[in-house]
């Protein structure tokens, strides 16, 4: 019994062990996330705007035939980016309060996508995404009566999704079913035709392929480092719809019936999920409400969101921590920032560090780093320098490398470190060697990918 009790103790204890563990972990995590959000007086430096790289393909059903976006409509598609990047750049006030009973801004996500290229085409298997298949293998029907057909039990849920069959090739639609004991009655919108006698009917069932790795697979995997966006048709009417799972791919079918504005929305939406968004309906992020109404319905105060992960025709606003998750992301994870602007140099971007200095949170600098005289910056997360940065260390400066890497994620160099006494003349060094700055590696820190001369 003692035994029991003591085992019983030490299980809770353990679960409460557990319990904190979790908590500070979770905690770590949720704070982590915080130094990522641009919050709208964060520097535009520490901060950075993350520009994705977009190609898009336009894909034909048939040459000359693109039944859809072609590339007379560059001018449309252009401003549909430019729509896109509005949205994420001003964005509104949500309209639902957060769990908190907050309301949660930043007027600009600083995320923007840069359509490089357009590319046609002409593939009309890729181009079908959404499409009634004659399913092969044939179903036998006991008996037929007008404009019904009677058939096994067992194949009644096989008629789920079905909108039409074929008896002798005459096609059908079916009406209703029901199930009465051992039977399955299938009514169709017409007479069966007699005749020849029947014994068999072939049923089409519905693909959905608008998420099919086909597309990317064939299309997209040579070619990881850049979001490639497919607009591809379906032989069945219906609404617009898209597909992004994974951070180099998403598809959109039918964009032609949903309107330029409507088109440039839902592009938004599933941009969002390539970047790593998920839908609003339960909430990624404890900025976000409990619950958000889905059914492209306008957006409200009470039910349903403007979030561009939600369903709702605002799409207009993401909050702090979507955008802070985003921007973790695009700062931490190679295959993430190769689909960046991030290897483009741009002096202007260039870090002047007058002041002792510690970056905590991952870093990816598109200009130079300058250590002035006799300041010390450190380095606790990795930092990514596109392939002409360098970093300028000028007399007495120092650079420690605690734990993190310095490092171009793109396979090229960067331009390496600069020791000298002055970066307005930087091959000039400081006359005494006491005065050289320092490069300190603390807890397995490291520089790579250095251009070496
Ligand atoms: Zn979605």
New binding site residues.
């Given amino acids: 019994m003692l035994l029991k009790s003591t085992q019983h103790q030490f299980s809770k204890f353990n679960i409460v062990f557990l319990l904190i563990l979790f908590n500070l972990t979770f905690f770590a995590q949720k704070e982590e996330l915080e130094k990522y959000i641009p919050q709208e007086n964060t520097s535009l430096l520490t901060n950075p705007p993350i520009t994705l790289r977009v190609q898009l393909h336009l894909v034909y059903r048939y040459e000359n035939d693109a039944q859809n976006y072609n590339l007379d409509s560059i001018k449309l598609i252009r401003d549909q980016f430019g729509w896109v990047n509005r949205f994420y750049k001003e964005m509104n006030p949500c309209t639902l309060e957060a769990q908190d009973k907050e309301k949660h801004f930043i007027p600009d996500s600083r995320i923007q996508f840069r359509l490089d290229t357009v590319i046609k085409i002409v593939d009309s298997v890729l181009w079908d995404r959404r499409y009634y298949a004659l399913y092969d293998r044939p179903i036998p029907i006991d008996s037929v009566g007008l404009n019904k057909i009677y058939l096994d039990k067992r194949y009644f849920s096989r008629f789920k999704k079905v909108d039409s069959l074929s008896i002798n090739e005459v096609n059908y639609s079916i009406t209703n079913r029901s199930r009465i004991d051992n039977v399955s009655i299938l009514e169709l919108s017409s007479n069966v035709e007699s005749g020849s006698a029947v014994k068999e009917l072939y049923y089409y069932r519905k693909r959905e392929l608008n998420c099919d790795r086909y597309i990317w697979e064939k299309y997209a995997n040579s070619d990881q480092n850049s979001i490639h966006v497919f607009y591809t048709g379906s032989s069945l009417n219906g609404v617009a719809f898209?597909c992004g799972p994974k951070p180099y791919f998403l598809n959109l079918t039918n964009l032609i019936n949903g309107g330029g504005w409507g088109n440039a929305q839902l592009l938004a939406?599933?941009l969002g999920?390539t970047i790593g968004l998920a839908?609003t309906n339960y909430p990624q992020f404890d900025d976000l409400p409990k619950k958000d109404k889905f059914g492209f319905i306008p957006c409200n105060s009470t039910t349903v969101s403007n979030n561009i992960?939600g369903y709702n025709q605002c799409r207009n606003y993401l909050s702090p921590k979507q955008a802070g998750y985003v921007h973790q992301l695009y700062s931490t994870k190679p295959e993430r920032i190769r689909l960046t602007t991030a290897n483009e140099y741009k002096a202007e971007n260039t870090f002047d560090i007058w002041y002792d200095t510690v970056w905590d949170k991952a870093m990816v600098v598109t200009g130079d780093i300058i250590v002035r005289k006799r300041q010390t910056l450190t380095l606790n997360k990795d930092v990514h320098l596109s392939e002409n940065s360098r970093i300028y260390l000028e007399k007495k400066a120092k650079l420690i490398v605690d734990g993190a890497t310095v490092t171009n994620y793109f396979g090229t160099k960067w331009k390496g470190i600069v020791i000298c006494k002055s970066a307005h003349k930087p091959s000039k060094k400081p006359r005494w060697s006491r005065n050289l700055a320092k490069v300190i590696l603390k807890n397995e820190g490291e520089i790579t990918e250095v251009f070496s001369r």
């Fill in positions: 898209g939406h599933e999920h839908h992960m």
